[in-house]
């Protein structure tokens, strides 16, 4: 058996999933009554995707929808971060919506500050877009994953590749 054992911190989701939603989102807003004259177009990206649409109202209304179809998928809105809203031509409204992936240096450092100062025995080494934390006691990773889990960080935050 090994004499340290590790996980990682990342925060990643999955495509697939999101696009799923956003195929889901685009054929509820086409059902909806008060959407369907509205040409509300959701246009997706590699890191963005965009919503078109006739007003602020109907704006909304897409948001909520996209919001509702991303949870049901069990992805977590921390992803989402909107861009301002913008004219676009036409009287139409534009939204862009960038998608989070990926620990900035800031959140890894915070991150690692807060292991490094409630587990004296826990290792953390940010690694990238990562932060690996090792540990001779599993016990004690575990309580650092419930540590983690407990704060709210401005990232969805997974725990991978446990060891």
């Known amino acids: 058996m090994a004499s340290s054992s590790s996980f990682d911190i990342v925060s990643k989701f999955d495509r697939q999933e999101l696009r799923n939603a956003l195929d889901q989102a685009r054929r509820d807003i086409g059902n909806r009554y008060d959407l369907k004259d509205t040409n509300t177009v959701i246009d997706e990206g590699d890191d963005e995707f965009t919503i078109t649409t006739a007003s602020e109202y109907s704006l909304n209304a897409a948001k909520d929808i996209i919001e509702s179809k991303v949870i049901g998928r069990k992805i977590s809105l921390k992803i989402l971060d909107y861009q301002g809203e913008e004219d676009a031509s036409g009287g139409r409204k534009r939204q862009v919506v960038k998608l989070r992936e990926g620990l900035g240096d800031e959140i890894a450092k915070k991150i690692s500050k807060e292991i490094r100062d409630n587990f004296k025995k826990a290792k ?16 004690e990773l575990q309580e650092v994953i419930q540590l983690i889990k407990s704060q709210d960080w401005p990232v969805a935050l997974q725990f991978v590749n446990y060891r």
């Open 124 to 139: 953390p080494q940010i690694q990238g877009d990562t932060v690996r934390v090792q540990a001779k006691s599993r016990d």
